[in-house]
């Protein structure tokens, strides 16, 4: 994923578009552990990466883009920002309690692949947590009582508006369509696009320079909305 | 804590992340080599599940300058259009600038190495050529096929109460097991998968390991066993090598339930905590002495 928004920021900035990447915090690169962090600490990160692109680009609006959590928290920051022009959701999680849920069978299924000592356990009493902490764990990152509350509280389908522009949605997974969310989101009278685009086919070994799989399709998509041709 | 973006390498196309090491007082002068970590795969500079942050923090509130840094293609660094060099040359020569950058920025002229998987390979390699490495530790590095490593992983399977369960209630895999020990040791997928990871021969891994050593590095394997992988055997290393060891060089730690790249948080805890006191006594010359039932 990293490798992929690096290509995508090259492919906007060809186009003449300011972009600036960035780890929340607890994430990548940033600072703080990952069982400090929340959704309302990432929230107020996503509006100082704002401040910081505006200022630095001379801009007065903004696009987000984001994936899965990304893109979920940035539709979140619309709903109170007037400065942002564009949102473009990449696979947005709409339900965090249907996330979670997710994260957790994920996190079952890694063990059983992984540890199927260990996995009975887990899937015996439905509960993805560390056997030495207890603290909950998904997949090698703990999610603390406040994160884990965050994330249930998520839902896109109950924001009552957007002040973006433009919107756009790009699934590419056929069991996660999110009409519904399009559909929500015309309901706010925003100009929404939502466009289909086959995961198993997207990610494809990029040409030129790059030696990793990038999801080529989906970013000339993205890169097309972003720009508003 | 303080770190730095930093780009490196003779066309800055490489991406990185210094983490300065916090003000030690505890007295002693001990000059600390600067500690280099190295891509695991394609996994960027934050390494598995964040480890290589967690790692260079730690070694840093210890007094150690650390860098974590993408080679060419991987992460944020560039693959040069026009490169002169591919695959594993072309990361060796990355690691070598990555330690210009850090002798000429920072002073340094010592450095330790790590990396897991491909990133410990990478190490290795380097410390071969390199005289400015004065310890290397190799996390999940290369190993050898035997008949040993199968009897190894597929005993774990042997000895599962649900591997029994199967073979009363005609689910067995056994003779899928047996088929496959023959299958995979003939067959040409086997074959292209040792090739394409173009591990050394052993004869040279061991006569390179003693020539490290001889040169006086301290070295570290770490190997963990998840029962399904190319890495469960580290005691056929460290048989290999165990003549050659000197108050406990090279250090051998074995974590038992982990997979391959340390993903569930005790593991992640455990490993830096072996490389923490792997690191220290190999820089304050205290011997080396496993200690991995402490932690468990």
Avoid at chain 1, 98 to 103: G, R, S, V
Avoid at chain 1, 198 to 226: K, M
Avoid at chain 2, 235 to 258: A, C, Y
Wanted: one cysteine or more.
């Amino acid at each position: 994923m990293h490798r992929a928004y690096r290509h995508l920021s090259v492919l906007l900035a060809k186009s003449g578009l300011h972009v600036l990447r960035f780890d929340y915090y607890g994430c990548g690169d940033s600072s703080g552990e990952f069982e400090d962090a929340d959704v309302e600490h990432w929230l107020s990160d996503l509006s100082v990466a704002i401040d910081e692109i505006k200022d630095a680009g001379g801009l007065s609006t903004v696009s987000l883009i984001g994936f899965r959590l990304g893109a979920s928290l940035a539709a979140l920051a619309s709903t109170t920002r007037t400065d942002i022009s564009r949102l473009v959701l990449w696979d947005p999680v709409v339900n965090g309690k249907q996330y979670i849920a997710e994260l957790r069978e994920s996190h079952g299924e890694w063990r059983r692949n992984h540890l199927p000592g260990a996995a009975d356990v887990v899937s015996d009493n439905g509960q993805a947590k560390s056997e030495n902490s207890g603290k909950l764990e998904i997949i090698g990152f703990p999610i603390s009582p406040k994160l884990h509350d965050g994330l249930e509280g998520i839902d896109l389908l109950k924001i009552k508006n957007t002040l973006a522009e433009q919107i756009h949605i790009f699934d590419s997974l056929e069991l996660r369509k999110n009409t519904d969310l399009r559909d929500h989101f015309a309901s706010l009278k925003a100009n929404v696009n939502y466009e289909f685009v086959s995961g198993s086919q997207s990610w494809s070994q990029s040409g030129g320079s790059d030696a990793l799989s990038i999801p080529d399709s989906i970013l000339q998509s993205i890169v097309t909305a972003t720009i508003g041709e | 804590m303080r770190e730095k973006a930093v780009l490196l390498g003779k066309t800055k196309s490489l991406v990185g992340i210094i983490t300065n090491p916090e003000v030690k007082t505890d007295g002693k002068k001990v000059e600390r080599p600067a500690v280099v970590l190295l891509n695991s795969g394609t996994l960027h500079r934050v390494g598995p599940n964040r480890v290589y942050v967690k790692l260079a923090r730690k070694l840093a509130a210890d007094g150690f300058l650390v860098l974590r840094f993408d080679l060419s293609g991987i992460g944020d660094s560039q693959l040069p259009g026009s490169a002169a060099s591919e695959g594993d040359a072309r990361f060796i020569s990355d690691t070598r600038e990555a330690m210009d950058f850090l002798s000429d920025v920072h002073g340094v002229n010592k450095f330790i190495l790590m990396g897991i998987c491909s990133g410990a390979d990478n190490a290795f390699s380097v410390a071969c050529i390199d005289e400015r490495v004065v310890g290397v530790n190799m996390i999940e590095p290369f190993s050898f096929p035997t008949t040993g490593y199968f009897a190894q992983s597929y005993s774990h399977s042997f000895l599962k109460l649900r591997s029994w369960k199967r073979l009363l209630t005609g689910q067995s895999e056994v003779w899928g097991i047996i088929k496959g020990l023959f299958v995979y040791h003939t067959s040409k997928e086997t074959r292209q998968l040792t090739e394409n990871w173009e591990l050394p021969p052993k004869e040279k891994l061991i006569s390179d390991l003693r020539a490290l050593l001889q040169r006086g590095l301290n070295l570290c394997f770490i190997y963990v066993a998840d029962g399904c992988g190319h890495y469960n055997y580290s005691k056929l290393l460290e048989s290999e090598v165990s003549g050659l060891t000197i108050q406990g060089n090279p250090r051998f730690e074995f974590l038992e339930g982990s997979d391959h790249l340390f993903t569930l948080l005790e593991h992640q805890t455990w490993l830096t905590t072996v490389i923490h006191d792997w690191i220290t006594k190999a820089v304050f010359g205290a011997p080396q002495k496993q200690i991995h039932e402490e932690v468990i």
